[in-house]
């Protein structure tokens, strides 16, 4: 089966500016999560998806991040405007059932360097 | 809250030699433990998951761990390091709410 799938690999963007991420899920993984990855660091999760709805964003800064999950199947993180400490690699995993012992399945991310 | 911590934040071991990464969450309620490992520039691949039932659990590359309640660790072994080894592992935790986080990992290097 294909794998979660993300783009761009790398984006090289000027603080201030805005920059979007996309991500497609494995078919049929109703559970979307977005992680930011800072070097040297385990991934940070910053939103949950359950379908299109939202179940957590605790950590997301929503003064500069937002992300959706258009029909339950893509969705694109967005920051606005992004600064320095944004640098990191941005992952995105889906896992089949919210309710069942599966595993996060990660796509490749994507290096986002904010100069 | 949640937590997983992963003691040493680097460890070397000679390739033929034991390999041993550290685990341990808090959690009241026993959580769905993971081990990912990472190479460079590439995403997260599933190493082995503990749910239920058996407490030693086999991955894959030969790794293994046990889940230990009573010292709530999820230690990862290999018996024989391999230079194919060297990565970054990362440990973690899936709650009741689907919500899985990770421990800040241990990057593994292996000398020839």
């Known amino acids: 089966e294909a794998g979660v799938a993300q783009s761009p690999r790398y984006k090289i963007i000027e603080k201030r500016q805005s920059v979007a991420f996309w991500c497609n899920p494995i078919?049929?993984?109703?559970?979307l999560y977005w992680y930011q990855q800072i070097l040297g660091q385990g991934p940070k999760l910053l939103i949950q998806?359950?379908?299109?709805?939202?179940?957590?964003d605790s950590q997301l800064p929503k003064d500069r991040f937002s992300a959706e999950r258009l029909k339950g199947v893509d969705s694109t993180l967005k920051i606005q405007p992004a600064k320095l400490e944004d640098s990191a690699v941005y992952l995105c995993?889906?896992?089949?059932?919210?309710?069942?012992?599966?595993?996060?399945?990660f796509g490749q991310g994507t290096r986002l360097t904010v100069v | 809250a949640q937590s997983v911590t992963q003691l040493g934040s680097h460890v070397s071991v000679s390739e033929g030699a034991l390999v041993l990464l550290r685990c341990n969450y808090s959690?009241?309620?026993?959580?769905?433990l993971f081990w990912y490992v990472q190479y460079p520039n590439q995403g997260l691949q599933l190493l082995l998951k503990?749910?239920?039932?058996?407490?030693l659990v086999k991955g894959i590359n030969g790794f293994e761990a046990e889940f230990k309640k009573s010292e709530t660790s999820f230690h990862l072994t290999k018996p024989s390091a391999h230079m194919s080894d060297a990565a970054e592992y990362f440990c973690?935790?899936?709650?009741?709410?689907?919500?899985?986080?990770f421990g800040p990992g241990t990057s593994l290097s292996v000398i020839p």
């Open positions: 995993a889906s896992s089949l059932d919210r309710v069942k012992d599966t595993e996060a399945f």
């Open positions: 078919s049929g993984h109703a559970t």
């Open positions: 998806f359950q379908n299109n709805g939202v179940v957590d």
């Open positions: 959690s009241s309620v026993p959580p769905y």
């Open positions: 503990y749910t239920t039932g058996a407490t």
């Open positions: 973690a935790a899936k709650t009741s709410y689907d919500k899985v986080i």
